[in-house]
């Protein structure tokens, strides 16, 4: 069968479907790309030489196939020093480090790197995820130390039921007191509503294990010295990482596309989805230059907004399926970027993130993107930072004229006293629309009827973060890229098995406590 299948989106999903269609002998294949660079939320971009990586992405996945898949693009660099890098350990799972097969000097590499995220609270630093050890006893104190306990115990006697928000879920698995004080106020300000707002859905997806409980034998291990050693001596994870960011991967991933033959459009934003007798016939998109073009398909893999894909394709929906698409709620993201002289820099980062929880600030998380890689700065006598902040578009931090956006980033810097300067030696102000969907409103709370009738068109195949409006990880959404292709080359169209990825037990994260992107 003869295929002409057009893909919206050259981020992970995206490029990972093309390349896995070029693999299986499909050679009529067009990819569309709204934006100037490909790679989506992962992408990297540059100002003044020095580097953003757009959220965070740490390169590791219980996946063997995702694993292979990155290092066959980019190879392992050598790590210098011949102690690191052994082992990799993140969320729950660990395995031995690839050996490396390149040099860090050559360009197109992946590093070995350690992962540090801590919480910053009450000027004070705790571990992350929470780990019961005696220094976050110290820092908390006895009385907290015995009532958070306490209530831990209670929420386990005397859970709620139904557990049917996220305030359900997460005070059933960490009692009222811990949740109020290192979850709520971080999820709020992350999410923009309540925790009773949002469906426990998306804590079932983003947090499967039980922490506290492993955290208390944990400690009791260590107490009794039956820990086990290994464990106790890797706090700090490690994982693979671009040389240059996350964006690299994408970009070697869009070249190999087009130089095996494949046809990729760059701001090319479609505007049309051609939905005839159940099936999509093509697709309408408009070029930088605002003139409209249609591509004709007999397959369309999709990782645009749910909610922009069922309004390009007009009334081939029924108007209640228009309406549920039209009012999902998503979360929007900015990143202002800010350099600094290290002598300004009071404490020692060593962190990639650092979660915000001090009380009269906006900034959600920072991150240090000189920990991520040295090459993603241009001087290492500076420190490069990523503020967080988290809105909806059209609020007034969205909104915020870029020098006034800088100058308030930069002030909270001061406030909360990571920073003692009068001002950066460089600030940029990077917007990201439809970052994260939301798992909340009534639209949400119907989401399955949705999804039945997107499914039911047998040649659409939604993909990725946004195309599903779940959050995935980026190796989540190579998954669904791999379903939705093997689908599409046996003639064999189940779409549960797409939407069964990060899902079921062997896609879920394994974390002692809040997954490594955070409450976000």
């Known amino acids: 069968m003869s295929h002409a299948i057009v893909i919206i989106g050259a981020g992970p999903a995206g490029l990972t479907a093309a390349l896995e269609l070029q693999a299986a002998g499909i050679t009529d294949i067009t990819v569309l790309e709204a934006d100037t660079q490909v790679g989506g939320i992962s992408r990297t971009v540059t100002h003044h030489g020095n580097r953003i990586d757009i959220g965070g992405h740490r390169f590791f996945s219980k996946s063997d196939w995702v694993m292979d898949w990155w290092r066959e693009l980019m190879p392992v660099a050598t790590p210098a020093d011949p102690d690191a890098g052994r082992e990799l350990r993140y969320q729950g799972a660990r395995t031995g480090a690839p050996a490396g097969t390149a040099d860090e000097a050559d360009e197109t590499v992946m590093l070995v790197r350690s992962r540090l995220s801590r919480i910053y609270f009450n000027k004070r630093f705790f571990d992350y995820p929470l780990k019961l050890n005696p220094d976050t006893l110290l820092k908390l104190g006895p009385w907290k130390t015995f009532t958070f306990g306490l209530s831990y115990v209670f929420s386990r006697l005397f859970p709620r039921k139904p557990e049917a928000s996220l305030e359900d879920f997460l005070i059933n698995r960490f009692g009222l007191k811990l949740y109020r004080q290192f979850f709520k106020e971080y999820t709020e300000k992350v999410w923009g509503v309540p925790c009773g707002e949002i469906s426990a859905a998306w804590g079932a997806q983003r947090i499967k294990s039980l922490s506290v409980t492993k955290a208390i034998v944990h400690a009791i291990k260590q107490v009794l010295g039956l820990g086990d050693k290994a464990e106790q001596t890797s706090l700090i994870e490690s994982f693979l990482y671009p040389k240059y960011g996350p964006g690299q ?70 108007p209640e399926i228009r309406r549920i698409a039209g009012a999902l709620s998503y979360r929007d993201f900015i990143t202002v970027g800010l350099l600094y002289p290290r002598s300004t820099i009071p404490r020692q980062l060593d962190d990639n993130w650092i ?11 920072v991150q240090v993107f000189n920990n991520w890689s040295p090459y993603m700065v241009a001087d290492p006598a500076t420190l490069w930072m990523g503020l967080e902040f988290f809105c909806k578009e059209n609020d007034p931090l969205w909104t915020m004229g870029e020098a006034e956006m ?16 009068d001002a950066p030696l460089d600030a940029v102000v990077i917007h990201v629309p439809k970052a994260y969907p939301g798992y909340f409103g009534e639209a949400y709370a119907r989401f399955d009827q949705l999804q039945a009738a997107l499914d039911a068109v047998p040649n659409l195949f939604l993909i990725g973060r946004n195309g599903m409006h779940r959050y995935n990880n980026q190796d989540h959404s190579m998954l669904t890229a791999r379903e939705a292709v093997r689908q599409i080359v046996t003639g064999v169209v189940d779409k549960t098995a797409i939407w069964g990825i990060n899902v079921d037990d062997e896609y879920h994260e394994e974390k002692q406590g809040q997954n490594d992107r955070g409450t976000i």
């Open 249 to 318: 991967m994408w970009e070697i991933a869009a070249k190999r596309f087009v130089a095996q033959g494949g046809t990729m459009l760059m701001q090319s934003r479609v505007d049309g989805i051609d939905l005839q007798d159940g099936r999509v016939q093509g697709v309408r998109f408009l070029d930088d230059s605002g003139t409209a073009h249609t591509l004709p398909c007999t397959q369309l893999l999709s990782t645009m907004p749910i909610k922009d894909l069922v309004a390009a394709a007009g009334e081939g929906f029924a």
């Open 406 to 421: 800088q100058a308030l980033a930069h002030r909270e810097m001061v406030q909360i006293g990571l920073v003692r300067t």
């Open 355 to 365: 979660y915000i929880q001090e009380p009269g600030v906006n900034v959600g998380r």
